[in-house]
C-alpha cells in the first residue's frame, strides 16, 4: 500500500490485476465457451472449443420457448424499471428536498423491504396471484419487482438528488425562468445521469431474478429468461440442451457485459453512492 | 439484493431551512418549526410524492406477510383443498421438530457464516486493489462489476457445467469425480458461486468506505512510523468501520436468502438445501401452502433477528437511525 | 435601474413567529446598500423577498415606483449573485452567462454582444468556453457576477457573494465588486455578516438584528455614532471594548476608575427611570500610552494602570491586550455578538481590555503600563434596552459634553 510508483509496485499491481480479471472472467468466458462447442466437443472438458460453431444459437432463437421467454424478461425488466424510477424518484424528491413527517418511516420501510426475505413472500403472492387472476402473468412479476426495486431506487436516487445544489433552481428563476424552465433546463440535465444509473441497477436487479420467475409464473406466458433455462429441453426430447441453455445465457449475459463495459463508472458510484456518509 | 445504505431522510432543502432558522435567535430558545402556508403545501407534497411508493411496497409486502401468518396457521394443501381448515399452531410444531427444517436450517447457516466471512476478507482485498491500483484501474473495476451484473443462473449454470465430469474443466480436481453428487463438495461448490458472485458487490461498498479514508490520515500514521499492516488495522479499518458493517449486515442477509445457485447446482439433493429452497419445494412443488407458508414466516422471523441483532450491536452506525446526518 | 422601496415589509408565520419586522428602508437608484447582521437576523430573508424568492406577509415593496409584492422572481427584472455561486454545471460560462439572455428571447447576436462585453469586463473571456468544475473559485464568483450583469437588470442583489473565497482572493474580490457598482451605476444590495465587507463596500449599512433594523447609515456614522449596544459592538475590529459601570454621586465607578459626567450625561441620569447601572463602551483606538500624551490631550482623557498580557506589533502602531479587574458588563446583545463572533474573536466582553496604541510605545509584555483613554470618545450604554445615552441628535460627544 506504500504510496511508491516504482516498476516493481506496478508489476506487482499489475499481477493482481490480472488475478482479478481472472477470477471474475472465467465462468463468463466458459459458458460462452460452451455455447460455442459442437455436440461432439461438448463433454471434452475443454476449457476453448476445438470446434466453433453458432447451432446453439440458431436452434434457440427457433425455439418458441426462448425467444417468448427473452421477450418476457425484456419487457417485464423495462416496464418495472421504468415505474420503480418514475416512482423511485418522486420519493426520492421528497425524501432529499422536503420536510414532512414520515420521512423516516418510508426511509425505514424501504430499508426493511431491502432486506426482505422474497422467499417469505413466495407462498402468500402465489396465493394472493390466484384469486386475482394475474398468476402467470406480467404485472404478476411486475408488482413485487417494483416493490423489491423500490428501496434500490429510493436510496441510490436520494442520494444523487442530494448533491444537486438546489440553488440552482434558484438562479434560474432570478434569471428569469419559470418554474417550469428552471426544471427541465436546469434540475433534469443535472438529475438525468442519477435516473439512468439507477434504472442501469434496478433493471439489473430485474434481469437477474430467478425466485419469483420460477414461483409465480407457470407457462411460456410470463416466464423470463432465468427461469426457462431450468426448463429448457432442447429442440427435441432427445437433444442435450447443454449448449442451447449456454447459448440462452450468453445471450441474457450481454446486456450485462454491456452495460458494465459502457457504464462502469456510473454503477459503481451508483452503488456506492451514499453507501457510507457520516 | 443490493441496496446502498445511506440514512436518507434527514435533510432538509436550504430553501425550507431558511425562513426558520432566521427567528428563533431572537428569543433564544430553540422553537419547532413554524408551520406556514409554504410549510403545509411542502408537507402535503412530500406525502404525495412518497405515497405510490409506499402503496407498492407495502401492498406488496405488509399484507402477504400478514396472509401469510394467517396461511400458516392452516391445514391448506391444494393438492386436498377440501381438508383446509384452521389448527393453529399444529404447522409450526411439524416444521421445528422435522430434521429437514432443520438441516436446511444448518446449511443455510454455514453457507452465511462461511460466504460472509471469506467474501469480507476477499471483498476487503479486491477493495484494495480496486482503490489504489497503480495500473489498470478501470479494466480491474469494469472486471470485478462482471459477476455482480451476471445473472445468477447463468453463473450458476457455468459453475454446474464446470464440475460436471465429462463436460468440465474442473471436473478433474477431484478424484472420484462427480462432486456436484456428494454432499460436502456440492455445498463447497454452491459456497463458490455465491462468493464469486457477491464478494464484488461487497468489495464495492468496502471501497466507498475506503475513499473515505484520508489520504493525510495515511501520510500521518507513516510518519508516525506505522508499518502497512499498522496502518490497515488502527487506521482505515476505524475509519471503515460503518462501511464494513453496513455491507456485513447487507450480505448475511442477502446470504441467508440463498436460492439461485442451489436450485441449479444441486437442486436441493444430497440435503444442500437452504431454508428458501425447502420453503419453495414445499410450496411450489408440493403445493402445500400451509407448510410453505409457516416457513416462510419463519424464515421472515429469523431474518428479522439477524436484523435486529445487527442494529442493536452496532447502533447508530447501522443504516436506518437517520440521526447525525444533519449538518 | 430603479430605486427599492421597503415600506413596513414583514415576514410572518401563522404562529405569530417573525422572521423580518416592519422594515422600512429607501434604497436610492445607483445605490449601493448593506444588509448586514449576526446569523439569523434577517437579512437573508429581506434579500430573498426583494428578489421574491420568498413571499411578503405585510407591507410593501416597490421597484422603481412599482408595487411588485406579488410578482415573480422573473418579472421583477433583478439579478442575484448566490454565495454558492449558483452556476449551471451542465453549461460553459458563456452558456451561463447567456441563460437569463436566453430565457429573454434575445436573438443570437445580441446575445453574443452582450456575453463578450461583460466577458471583458471582468476578465472572463478566455474562459469562456469552460465548464464551472474547470475553474477556480475567483473565477466562478466572477462568472456568477458576470451572468448578473449581462442582462442589465434594475438591480443587483447579493447573497454573500465572498463568503466562499479565501481572505486574500476576497479583499481583491471586494474592489472589483465596488468598482464594478460604481461603473454601472446599477442599485445594489448586498448581504454580509461580514463587517469589513460592510464598512468597506457600501454607500449605506444597515444594521439588523432579530427581524428588525438596528440603525441605517454611511458605515463611518455607524462606527462613530451607534444608536445602541448592537450597532457599537457589531461594527469595529477589533470590537469596541465593554465594561461595567456603577452610578455613584454624578460619576461612573468602571475598572477603569472613576470617569467623570458632562451635564447632559448627568440630566439624562436624573430621570426616574434611569438605570443605576450602565456599560462603558471605548474603542482600542480611543486608547493611548499615558507617556505618549500631551499635557492638553491628557485632561479631556483618564488614566490608569494595568499589567500587559499580549503585545502585537502591527508596524503601524500596537495592540496591547490589558488584564482588568472588575465586574464584566452583561446584556443580552453582547451575549449574542459573542455567539455570532465565535466566543474567541469577540473580546468585547472578556476580561481584557483590547487596545491599540502608538507603535513608539515601549510597551512589553509582562510589566504594569499607564494608559490614558479619551473621555470624549467614549459611549454609555443602558444595559436593559441597549440604547446609547451619550448619542444627542445622532451624534455622540463622549461623556463629557455639558
Known amino acids: 500500500m506504500a504510496v511508491e510508483t516504482t516498476t516493481r509496485a506496478k508489476v506487482r499491481w499489475g499481477l493482481l490485476d490480472v488475478l482479478v480479471v481472472v477470477f471474475a472472467l472465467v465462468p463468463v468466458l466458459w459458458i460462452a465457451s460452451l455455447s460455442f462447442k459442437t455436440p461432439a466437443t461438448l463433454t471434452d472438458g475443454n476449457f476453448i472449443p476445438r470446434e466453433w460453431t453458432l447451432d446453439n444459437y440458431r436452434t434457440i432463437f427457433d425455439t418458441d420457448q426462448f425467444v417468448r421467454a427473452l421477450i418476457n424478461s425484456i419487457g417485464i425488466a423495462l416496464i418495472a424499471t421504468l415505474i420503480a424510477v418514475v416512482l423511485g424518484a418522486m420519493a426520492a424528491y421528497a425524501i432529499s428536498r422536503l420536510d414532512f413527517p414520515g420521512k423516516g418511516l418510508l426511509v425505514g420501510v424501504s430499508l426493511l423491504i431491502a432486506m426482505f426475505p422474497q422467499v417469505s413472500l413466495v407462498s402468500p403472492l402465489f396465493e394472493i396471484e390466484r384469486q386475482l387472476k394475474i398468476f402467470d402473468t406480467w404485472p404478476g412479476l411486475i408488482l413485487p419487482y417494483i416493490t423489491f426495486a423500490l428501496p434500490l431506487a429510493i436510496y441510490t436516487l436520494s442520494a444523487f438528488f442530494k448533491q444537486i445544489p438546489w440553488d440552482l433552481e434558484k438562479a434560474a428563476k432570478m434569471d428569469g425562468a419559470t418554474q417550469a424552465q428552471a426544471f427541465r433546463r436546469v434540475i433534469a440535465p443535472l438529475a438525468a445521469p442519477g435516473l439512468f444509473t439507477t434504472a442501469i441497477l434496478v433493471f439489473i436487479f430485474c434481469w437477474n431474478d430467478f425466485l419469483f420467475a420460477i414461483s409465480l409464473t407457470s407457462t411460456e406466458r410470463s416466464r423470463t429468461v432465468p427461469a426457462a433455462l431450468s426448463f429448457f429441453t432442447g429442440a427435441s426430447q432427445f437433444e442435450d440442451p447443454t449448449g442451447a441453455i449456454c447459448a440462452a445465457a450468453v445471450v441474457i449475459t450481454v446486456p450485462i457485459i454491456l452495460f458494465v463495459l459502457f457504464f462502469q463508472r456510473r454503477i459503481v458510484s451508483g452503488l456506492t453512492s451514499g453507501a457510507v456518509k457520516g | 439484493m443490493s441496496v446502498n445504505a445511506t440514512p436518507a431522510g434527514a435533510q432538509v432543502s436550504a430553501e425550507a431551512e431558511r425562513p426558520t432558522t432566521t427567528v428563533p435567535t431572537q428569543r433564544g430558545g430553540r422553537r419547532k418549526p413554524p408551520l406556514s402556508e409554504n410549510k403545509r403545501a411542502e408537507r402535503r407534497l412530500g406525502w404525495l410524492l412518497c405515497a405510490p411508493a409506499a402503496l407498492v411496497m407495502v401492498a406488496v409486502t405488509a399484507y402477504p406477510i400478514i396472509y401469510s401468518v394467517w396461511l400458516s396457521l392452516q391445514r391448506y394443501d391444494l393438492r386436498f383443498p377440501d381438508q383446509r381448515e384452521f389448527i393453529g399452531l399444529e404447522n409450526y410444531v411439524t416444521v421445528l421438530t422435522n430434521e429437514f427444517w432443520w438441516t436446511a436450517f444448518g446449511v443455510t447457516a454455514l453457507i452465511t457464516v462461511v460466504t460472509v466471512a471469506v467474501e469480507l476478507v476477499l471483498g476487503m ?81 468496502l471501497m466507498a468506505g475506503l475513499a473515505l479514508v484520508p489520504e493525510d490520515l495515511l501520510k500521518a500514521a507513516s510518519t508516525d512510523g506505522a508499518t502497512s499492516w499498522q496502518k490497515f488495522t488502527k487506521v482505515m479499518l476505524p475509519v471503515m468501520k460503518p462501511a464494513i458493517l453496513v455491507a456485513l449486515l447487507f450480505r448475511t442477509l442477502d446470504a441467508f436468502r440463498v436460492f439461485d445457485n442451489i436450485f441449479v447446482l444441486t437442486a436441493g439433493g444430497n440435503e444442500t438445501s437452504s431454508v428458501s429452497m425447502l420453503a419453495y419445494n414445499n410450496l411450489i412443488r408440493g403445493l402445500n401452502l400451509g407448510i410453505g407458508s409457516t416457513m416462510s414466516v419463519l424464515i421472515f422471523i429469523t431474518v428479522a433477528i439477524i436484523a435486529f441483532v445487527f442494529v442493536k450491536l452496532f447502533g447508530t452506525a447501522a443504516p436506518g437511525s437517520d440521526d447525525g446526518e444533519r449538518r | ?387 446609547n445615552l451619550t448619542l444627542h441628535e445622532g451624534r455622540s460627544a463622549g461623556a463629557l459634553a455639558d
Not at chain 2, 462489476?145 to 449454470?157: D, M, Q, R, S
Not at chain 3, 422572521?19 to 437608484?29: F, M, R, S
Not at chain 3, 464594478?180 to 463596500?201: P, R
Not at chain 3, 508596524?315 to 446584556?331: H, I, L, N, P, Q
Open chain 3, 1 to 387: 435601474m430603479a430605486d427599492i422601496v421597503l415600506d413596513k415589509v414583514s415576514k410572518s408565520f401563522p404562529d405569530g413567529t417573525v422572521a423580518v419586522q416592519d422594515v422600512d428602508l429607501e434604497i436610492a437608484d445607483g445605490e449601493f446598500v448593506i444588509l448586514v447582521g449576526p446569523s439569523g437576523c434577517g437579512k437573508s430573508t429581506t434579500l430573498n423577498m426583494i428578489a421574491g424568492l420568498e413571499d411578503i406577509s405585510s407591507g410593501e415593496l416597490r421597484i422603481g415606483g412599482q408595487r411588485v409584492n406579488d410578482k415573480a422572481p422573473r418579472d421583477r427584472d433583478i439579478a442575484m449573485v448566490f454565495q454558492s455561486y449558483a452556476l449551471y454545471p451542465n453549461m460553459t460560462v458563456r452558456e451561463n452567462m447567456a441563460f437569463p439572455l436566453r430565457l429573454a428571447k434575445l436573438d443570437k447576436e445580441t446575445i453574443n454582444a452582450k456575453v463578450d462585453e461583460a466577458a471583458k469586463v471582468l476578465e472572463l473571456v478566455p474562459l469562456l468556453d469552460r465548464k464551472p468544475a474547470n475553474l477556480s473559485g475567483g473565477q466562478r464568483q466572477r462568472v456568477a457576477m458576470g451572468r448578473a450583469i449581462v442582462r442589465q437588470p434594475k438591480a443587483f442583489l447579493m447573497d454573500e457573494p465572498l463568503s466562499n473565497l479565501d481572505a486574500k482572493l476576497r479583499v481583491q474580490m471586494r474592489t472589483v465588486v465596488s468598482r464594478l457598482q460604481k461603473q454601472l451605476g446599477t442599485t445594489t444590495v448586498y448581504v454580509t455578516h461580514d463587517q469589513t465587507e460592510a464598512m468597506t463596500l457600501g454607500d449605506r449599512v444597515v444594521i439588523m438584528r432579530g427581524g428588525a433594523i438596528q440603525q441605517v447609515g454611511p458605515p463611518q456614522e455607524l462606527y462613530d455614532h451607534p444608536r445602541n449596544l448592537f450597532v457599537a459592538g457589531f461594527i469595529g475590529s477589533p470590537s469596541m471594548n465593554f465594561l461595567h459601570a456603577a452610578v455613584q454621586d454624578g460619576s461612573l465607578h468602571t475598572a477603569l476608575g472613576e470617569v467623570p459626567l458632562g451635564d447632559r450625561v448627568r440630566r439624562e441620569l436624573e430621570a426616574a427611570d434611569a438605570p443605576r447601572e450602565l456599560i462603558l463602551g471605548v474603542r482600542p483606538e480611543h486608547f493611548e500610552d499615558a507617556e505618549l500624551v500631551d499635557e492638553d490631550t491628557r485632561r479631556r482623557g483618564l488614566e490608569f494602570e494595568a499589567p500587559v498580557e499580549i503585545v502585537e506589533s502591527m508596524g503601524s502602531d500596537k495592540y496591547v491586550y490589558f488584564t482588568v479587574e472588575g465586574e464584566r458588563a452583561s446584556a443580552a446583545e453582547l451575549e449574542e455578538l459573542a455567539a455570532d463572533a465565535g466566543a474567541g474573536d469577540f473580546a468585547g466582553t472578556g476580561g481584557n481590555l483590547v487596545t491599540r496604541l502608538s507603535a513608539e510605545s515601549p510597551v512589553a509584555e509582562g510589566q504594569s503600563r499607564r494608559v490614558w483613554f479619551n473621555l470624549e470618545k467614549i459611549h454609555l450604554f443602558d444595559p436593559t434596552n441597549g440604547r
Open chain 2, 125 to 205: 482485498g479486491l477493495a484494495l486493489i480496486m482503490h489504489r491500483t497503480l495500473v489498470g484501474r478501470g479494466l480491474v473495476r469494469t472486471s470485478a462489476l462482471i459477476p455482480y451484473g451476471i445473472v445468477t443462473v447463468v453463473a450458476a449454470f457455468s459453475w454446474r457445467y464446470a464440475w460436471t465430469p465429462g463436460t468440465g474443466y474442473l471436473a478433474d480436481l477431484f478424484s472420484d469425480g462427480a462432486p456436484l453428487t456428494e454432499r460436502a463438495s456440492s455445498l463447497a461448490i454452491i459456497m463458490l458461486a455465491e462468493i464469486w458472485k457477491t464478494t464484488p458487490f461487497m468489495a464495492l461498498l
